[in-house]
């Protein structure tokens, strides 16, 4: 009798990225019974940690700027029994050999998720420049926060989610704070324009100067920033400048591997990024999202979990892999108000459900043809979660104003002004 | 098993209620409402997806 032939799994993961979508890449891996070697790579000396308190609660004054980690090495070292290399950004991937490059270092792998995020995007010629930051890692967080605690004249290059929550913390200390966005009007790629105005409008309300439709002509200082002078002319005093215009998914290390990139690593619907054994997942991915037949590549920390953790359980188990689809979902605070988005902005217009976007609660409901395919809310928080369920039943747009009317708009006795 | 939440931790982001909506709801005031705190027979693994899903780390169960 001759000995069957039996189907092995892959017996090492090699997961490259340390953040969230690492992380639970590697839990995952775990909990689906993985007992092969599982190495997490990161370029950063911390362990895992959490991103979104970096603009919100970490800028708050006293509060703690330790970061939150999910995990202590202990627990990742050995209860999952993780070979983690940290401060040790991998350098390069051969999928031929099936090994990553670490500096001079090879590390080989059966089954590899990579997940290496998106680095911010600076002012080219800032570098150097003391007093000039983006807001990305825990090191750039604590650079914003000192300077807060300073009581720094602040500037927020670019109106989107992380400069305006650094301008939320820069006023509630009350100190000066301009936002500088370059299109006329902010957030028109993830909100569309009328509701990014509307939004913007917390700015002004909250005695944030917005100065859109300029952009940077010179950040003004020899060793430390002094001011900044837009293209208009003006020149604002300044103290900090933070740089939120957008972020750029980590591919350079990449370049070599023959892996398709195209803003992201670009996988199919299972997270599988074109090569044996190799799956993407968080900032990195730009994956083909079924739910909304289209390619997709986010930067939210919803998708970033769900995704690592899908990705490892591919990855380990290519058989039995899933497809995974989601209703994007992101959400924001400025000034004390949340924002929150699910979806996509449909192409074909936006109706407002419930409150009035001048004001402190809205709920808008976006389209593309007869489906209903996005919800932001501002302070809507019991509304959000119900609209992202129909969503992802692929509901019509009727259906969800008829469910609109049905959910009493109420306004919350308690909102405070 | 009980749901116990922390609502010091909790902001009311919505994850778990995107996940077992019959357990867990956002309320007008953004604040976190356990629909049922004893898990039902029926709803424990999406129960145990919404706890471990948490971004604030918020929710755990107790046996």
Request: hydrophobic letters at 45%; a negative charge; glycine letters at 10%.
């Amino acid at each position: 009798m001759s000995a069957a032939t039996v189907r092995t799994g892959p017996s090492s993961l090699v997961v490259v990225g340390a953040s969230l979508a690492g992380l639970r890449a590697v839990e995952a891996a775990r909990k689906v019974g993985f007992a092969g070697r599982i190495t997490l790579i990161g370029d950063e000396p911390h362990l895992p940690y959490d991103r979104p308190p970096l603009s919100k609660d970490l800028l708050a004054p006293g509060a703690p700027t330790d970061p939150v980690t999910f995990r202590s090495r202990t627990e990742l070292v050995d209860d999952l029994g993780v070979q983690l290399l940290l401060h040790t950004p991998a350098t390069g991937l051969d999928p031929h050999a099936q090994v990553v490059h670490i500096g001079g270092e090879e590390v080989a792998y059966d089954a590899l998720v990579v997940a290496t995020g998106a680095v911010a995007r600076g002012l080219p010629g800032t570098e150097g420049l003391a007093g000039v930051h983006v807001l990305r890692t825990l090191d750039d967080a604590r650079s914003v926060r000192r300077a807060l605690d300073e009581g720094a004249r602040t500037v927020v290059v670019g109106a989107g989610f992380i400069g305006s929550e650094v301008a939320s913390a820069a006023r509630k200390r009350g100190l000066p704070t301009t936002v500088v966005e370059a299109l006329p009007t902010p957030l028109t790629r993830s909100v569309g324009p009328d509701l990014g105005t509307a939004l913007a409008l917390l700015h002004t309300r909250n005695g944030t100067a917005l100065r859109c439709g300029q952009t940077v002509a010179a950040v003004q200082g020899t060793d430390r920033v002094e001011g900044v002078r837009l293209t208009d002319g003006t020149v604002i005093d300044a103290d900090l400048v933070v740089v939120g215009i957008g972020a750029v998914p980590r591919t350079d290390w990449l370049a070599d591997s023959g892996l398709p990139v195209d803003d992201g690593v670009v996988c199919d619907a299972f997270l599988r990024a074109g090569a044996p054994g190799i799956y993407a997942a968080g900032d990195v991915a730009r994956w083909h999202n079924v739910l909304f037949d289209r390619s997709m590549r986010v930067e939210h920390w919803s998708a970033a979990a769900e995704q690592g953790a899908q990705a490892a359980r591919n990855a380990v188990s290519p058989a039995a892999a899933q497809f995974y689809a989601t209703v994007p979902y992101f959400w924001s605070d400025w000034y004390g108000s949340r924002i929150q988005f699910a979806g996509v902005a449909g192409n074909d217009g936006c109706e407002i459900v419930s409150g009035d976007p001048a004001d402190d609660h809205f709920v808008a409901l976006y389209r593309e043809g007869d489906r209903l395919t996005g919800v932001l809310t501002l302070n809507g928080q019991r509304y959000v979660m119900k609209y992202r369920r129909l969503i992802a039943q692929r509901a019509r747009f009727d259906e969800a104003i008829a469910f609109a009317r049905t959910s009493a708009p109420t306004r919350s006795a308690a909102t405070t002004s | 098993m009980k749901i116990v939440m922390d609502r010091a931790k909790c902001t009311g982001i919505g994850i778990c209620e995107a996940l077992a909506p019959t357990i867990f709801e956002v309320d007008d005031n953004g604040e976190l409402v356990v629909l049922s705190a004893e898990v039902p027979e029926d709803a424990q693994n999406e129960v145990t997806e919404a706890v471990e899903g948490c971004p604030t780390m918020a929710l755990r169960l107790q046996s």
